[in-house]
């Protein structure tokens, strides 16, 4: 069972706050990411991370932020909350290729809605 | 450019009954993996299947089976004798060499057997 967790599970704030996702794993992994899935289901990677102090902007823009201080953790930032930002954030990571993709383990995702 | 086609929406089927989920994928890499996911109510994601672009090798697990067909570009998962927990939605997804961050997902399936 993947021990990667997301806090908080379903969040509803007003428009014009900041708020942060928290993702967390204790598997040791390296690489963490972000996805993002709109009421249409579909997934978008929108940050990645390859360890501590790394960051990537995926291929959907995104008007957040992450950072990587810490391996285990992958904190999400919106600055600034827009009804657009209303989503789902799946968080997930995976253990360090070794030229073989290897599998994504995934958060329960955060349920943002934005008001 | 990498993309995944899920063309079936929504499914519903009785409880029982066979069913298969299409994906099509498309890729100017050699080198690939394909992904099954499947997403229950709940939200996580749970991984199902990893296959590589040199292996076309069906698999079978259990009531799940996959048929991967380079020549169609097609990685298609067949339930056996569906159940009610098979509920959920099944995503497909596809990344080229260098690791999982670049996952690509299908718009998913949603599969609802009903009892």
């Known amino acids: 069972e993947a021990d990667i967790y997301q806090t908080p599970r379903y969040l509803v704030i007003g428009t014009g706050k900041k708020i942060t996702l928290e993702c967390s794993q204790t598997?040791?992994?390296?690489?963490m990411y972000w996805y993002q899935q709109d009421p249409g289901m579909e997934l978008h990677l929108i940050h990645y991370s390859y360890g501590v102090n790394s960051t990537e902007k995926g291929d959907l823009s995104s008007e957040s932020t992450v950072s990587r201080i810490r391996t285990e953790h992958f904190p999400l930032t919106l600055e600034s909350a827009r009804p657009s930002h209303t989503s789902q954030y799946l968080c997930?990571?995976?253990?360090?290729?070794?030229?073989?993709?290897?599998?994504?383990?995934f958060g329960q995702g955060t349920r943002l809605t934005v008001v | 450019a990498q993309k995944v086609t899920q063309a079936q929406t929504e499914i519903s089927v009785v409880e029982k009954e066979d069913v298969t989920l299409d994906c099509v994928y498309e890729?100017?890499?050699?080198?690939?993996?394909l992904f099954w996911y499947k997403q229950p109510p709940s939200g996580e994601l749970v991984f199902l299947i990893r296959r590589n672009s040199f292996d076309e090798q069906n698999e079978i697990s259990g009531r799940y089976s996959w048929n991967f067909q380079k020549s169609t570009s097609s990685f298609n998962f067949t339930i056996t004798a569906s159940q009610v927990v098979d509920s959920a939605v099944y995503f497909c997804?596809?990344?080229?060499?260098?690791?999982?961050?670049?996952?690509?997902f299908g718009k998913g399936t949603k599969l609802t057997v009903n009892p």
């Open positions: 997930a990571s995976s253990e360090p290729g070794t030229g073989m993709n290897t599998e994504a383990f």
């Open positions: 598997m040791g992994h390296d690489k």
């Open positions: 890729t100017r890499d050699t080198t690939y993996y």
């Open positions: 997804a596809l990344s080229e060499r260098g690791g999982s961050e670049k996952l690509v």
